[in-house]
């Protein structure tokens, strides 16, 4: 039996005249100091001499700058705190943060986790390593693995006394529900030897597990293989992972989360999977002679502007539709009514769904959520 515990039921992120108004998050890596990711660049090299991927720190497939300052700083800490240890004896960690859909935290999970005092010291403890979320998920029976994060900072909740929030990146939704008992289990004080489930441990809602933990549940949650083919013929052979054949997780799980294009791949299966393959505002599911959805995965609030690889901030589109969404000539309100800009150059009535409500994923966990709409409304949509 998990526990909720009580937390507050004052959220800091309050609508006001229909907008979100959110504490702003620091950007991760922000504070972090150039002899610190000195270190963590050395204890990257080290720990990975032969399995580590350059390509993501310099070059042509290099990532953006606050990529490389959280690959670095995943070693930051632990390199800092004493710098002449061996790497072999500094123990990597991840956590596992419990969530629940109906809770009074302040959860947007693809953003940040609300958390009370009593679990500061285990947070702290992964700071700029990833997270796993777990909980019940809708009617399903059990519990389960179903996403992953990396923990950039903490912060003082402003409106409730002992309570913080722990500020996330890089978050990804898993392939499938993972349940936690699945092959006897993957944490190992969570299941006992004997196969019962230990109580004390089951109540925490944060729990700190191994490095090796982590990987059997990020390796069980993001192996399955896009169920259709994918477009990979304007490709050239061996160059990254778009719209290629995929493979089960093979390199350090921090160059995975963090590849640009893994995470494009996944996004679009995520999403694609979510809503049939069909476009949310046409209805169109359109298949090619091949087997592939033409329906395109797109982003609420684009990444360029911090938007996370979540369902929930996702959506199919078909091209031309896409195209009108990311430059706000369509939005969707909070009902998911679809709204057309006064910009509209012509009448795209007969390209929409006749009574103008989107078509979104029937379990609420997928569907898109008000955060990133009132995001695309007020930022990108051109109402007037």
């Not at 911090?306 to 996702?314: A, L």
């Amino acid at each position: 039996m998990h526990a909720d515990f009580s937390r507050a039921k004052h959220s800091p992120a309050v609508f006001r005249a229909g907008r979100i108004c959110s504490p702003k998050r620091p950007r991760p890596g922000a504070a972090q100091g150039r002899p610190a990711l000195g270190l963590a660049l050395a204890a990257w090299l080290r720990m990975f001499p032969h399995r580590c991927d350059l390509g993501m720190l310099r070059g042509r497939d290099a990532a953006s700058q606050h990529q490389k300052l959280v690959i670095l700083q995943i070693f930051a800490k632990a390199a800092v705190s004493d710098p002449t240890a061996k790497l072999g004896a500094i123990r990597m960690v991840a956590a596992v943060f419990y969530h629940k859909a109906d809770s009074a935290y302040d959860d947007l999970p693809a953003l940040y986790y609300h958390f009370p005092r009593q679990y500061l010291s285990r947070v702290e403890q992964v700071v700029g390593r990833s997270i796993v979320y777990y909980g019940p998920l809708g009617s399903q029976a059990g519990r389960f693995y179903w996403a992953t994060a990396l923990l950039t900072g903490i912060r003082q909740d402003p409106l409730r006394a002992d309570h913080y929030y722990a500020d996330l990146d890089h978050y990804i939704d898993f392939d499938r529900m993972v349940g936690y008992r699945e092959n006897g289990g993957f944490e190992r004080k969570l299941i006992l030897a004997d196969g019962k489930v230990s109580g004390g441990r089951a109540v925490q809602a944060v729990r700190v597990i191994g490095d090796e933990e982590f990987d059997a549940i990020l390796t069980a949650g993001l192996s399955e293989r896009t169920p259709w083919p994918e477009r990979y013929d304007d490709v050239e052979p061996g160059i990254g992972f778009d719209d290629q054949p995929q493979t089960p997780l093979v390199r350090p799980f921090v160059e995975q989360l963090l590849n640009r294009r893994f995470r494009d791949v996944k996004f679009r299966q995520h999403v694609r999977i979510a809503y049939d393959r069909r476009c949310a505002f046409t209805g169109l599911r359109l298949i090619n002679g091949k087997g592939r959805p033409e329906v395109e995965a797109a982003h609420i609030m684009p990444v360029e502007k911090d938007g996370p690889d979540s369902v929930q901030n996702g959506i199919a589109l078909s091209g031309t539709v896409h195209w009108m969404f990311d430059r706000g000539l369509l939005s969707m309100s909070d009902d998911y009514t679809i709204l057309r800009s006064r910009h509209l150059n012509h009448d795209v009535s007969h390209l929409l769904r006749p009574d103008m409500k989107a078509l979104v994923p029937e379990d609420p966990r997928l569907r898109p959520h008000r955060y990133y709409l009132d995001w695309h409304r007020t930022n990108c949509f051109k109402a007037a």
